[in-house]
């Protein structure tokens, strides 16, 4: 029903914002993603929006991208992840995470996210599987590269990258790379970098 929003950024206070649009204030809660990329108050402003309507209220949710809004509808499909588990994960992880722990099927990282355990997470991986992640440059298909990428993210992790860069150096390694050829053309990509 309302699918975006342009107004003025009246205030903040996350996970909720006040937005001014032609004399009516709209409350919306958005994700942390969104929240960093936020104008200063009195500027203005425009979110895509989701409108959900429940029985006990009618909540209105931002998204500064249409990816981070198309996760949300997604998360929020799945039976037993309400809109506030969906805010989280989308807060607690960027897209590029997400695709990723959804690619190499990792629950482990999903379960790093306030709220998420074990058996959500495992729901949230086999749900999304195939939705989500457009696999980014690896072959969810193929167990022996999923297992491949899993063991090359951990080396590069353990080596003192940080997650964002061992994330991106994995993108740029061929899936049919072994642990070891793995490892050599991440840190390779990662020392030009």
């Given at each position: ?7 003025t950024?009246?205030?903040v206070h996350p996970?909720?914002?006040?937005v001014?649009?032609q ?10 993603s ?7 108050v009195?500027?203005k ?10 029985e ?8 500064g ?9 997604a ?8 809109s506030?588990?969906?805010l ?6 960027s897209?590029n995470?997400?695709a ?9 990282r ?12 495992e ?10 992640a ?7 298909g193929?167990?022996q ?6 063991e ?12 964002k860069?061992?994330?991106?150096a ?6 049919d ?5 793995g490892i050599?053309?991440g840190?390779?990509?990662l020392?030009?970098t």
């Amino acid at each position: 029903m309302i699918g975006r929003i342009q107004g003025t950024l009246v205030s903040v206070h996350p996970p909720r914002l006040l937005v001014d649009c032609q004399g009516v204030g709209y409350e919306i809660d958005v994700p942390m993603s969104t929240l960093y990329q936020l104008p200063e108050v009195n500027q203005k402003i425009t979110l895509l929006t989701h409108f959900q309507v429940r029985e006990d209220a009618q909540q209105l949710f931002g998204f500064g991208t249409e990816t981070e809004r198309e996760a949300f509808r997604a998360l929020i499909k799945i039976s037993g992840v309400g809109s506030r588990t969906a805010l989280a994960v989308l807060s607690g992880m960027s897209m590029n995470e997400l695709a990723q722990a959804i690619a190499l099927q990792e629950s482990a990282r999903l379960t790093q996210v306030p709220g998420i355990g074990k058996k959500t997470a495992e729901r949230l991986l086999l749900e999304l599987k195939g939705k989500l992640a457009p696999d980014l440059g690896l072959v969810a298909g193929k167990p022996q590269a999923r297992e491949a990428s899993s063991e090359i993210l951990q080396a590069l992790l353990a080596l003192g990258y940080s997650e964002k860069e061992a994330l991106l150096a994995i993108t740029q390694i061929p899936s049919d790379s072994n642990v070891s050829d793995g490892i050599r053309l991440g840190l390779k990509y990662l020392s030009k970098t």
